[in-house]
C-alpha cells in the first residue's frame, strides 16, 4: 500500500491548513486510517484516527481545532487544521491499518510560526 501525504506548508498562528493522503489501494474503504505528527525532538504522536465507519479520535492537544475525514471514492483522508500553533509544528505522517498490515506515508512538514 503506497499513501502520498501532501498540503503541508509554512502557516502562520492562528491559521489553517489541510493535508490530504491518497492511495490507489482497492481496499481503502475498509483501512483505519490516521495521522501522526513528529515535532523537533520529539516522539512520534497519533493525532487523529478515522475507522472505515467513520468513527474518530483525537489527541487531547488538537480536540477541537483539527478534523479527520475520509472520502472512500477519492481514496483519501483528510486533516483539516484550523487555530494553528506553533507547537503544532511538525512532520505530519498518515497511516493505514487493515488487520495486522501497516504501512506509513512519507510525511509532510508543517511549519506554524510568525
Known amino acids: 500500500v503506497q499513501l502520498q501525504a501532501s498540503g503541508g506548508g509554512l502557516v502562520q498562528p492562528g491559521g489553517f491548513l489541510r493535508l490530504s493522503c491518497a492511495t490507489s489501494?482497492?481496499?481503502?474503504?475498509?483501512?483505519?486510517m490516521s495521522w501522526y505528527r513528529q515535532g523537533p525532538g520529539k516522539q512520534r504522536e497519533l493525532v487523529a484516527i478515522?475507522?472505515?465507519?467513520?468513527?474518530?479520535n483525537y489527541a487531547d492537544s488538537v480536540k477541537g481545532r483539527f478534523t479527520i475525514a475520509r472520502d472512500n471514492a477519492k481514496k483519501t483522508v483528510y486533516l483539516q487544521m484550523n487555530s494553528l500553533k506553533p507547537e503544532d509544528t511538525a512532520v505530519y505522517y498518515c497511516?493505514?491499518?487493515?488487520?495486522?498490515?501497516?504501512?506509513w506515508g512519507q510525511g509532510t512538514l508543517v511549519t506554524v510560526s510568525s
Open positions: 478515522i475507522t472505515s465507519g467513520g468513527s474518530t
Open positions: 489501494a482497492s481496499l481503502f474503504s475498509i483501512f483505519t
Open positions: 497511516k493505514s491499518r487493515l488487520y495486522g498490515d501497516e504501512n
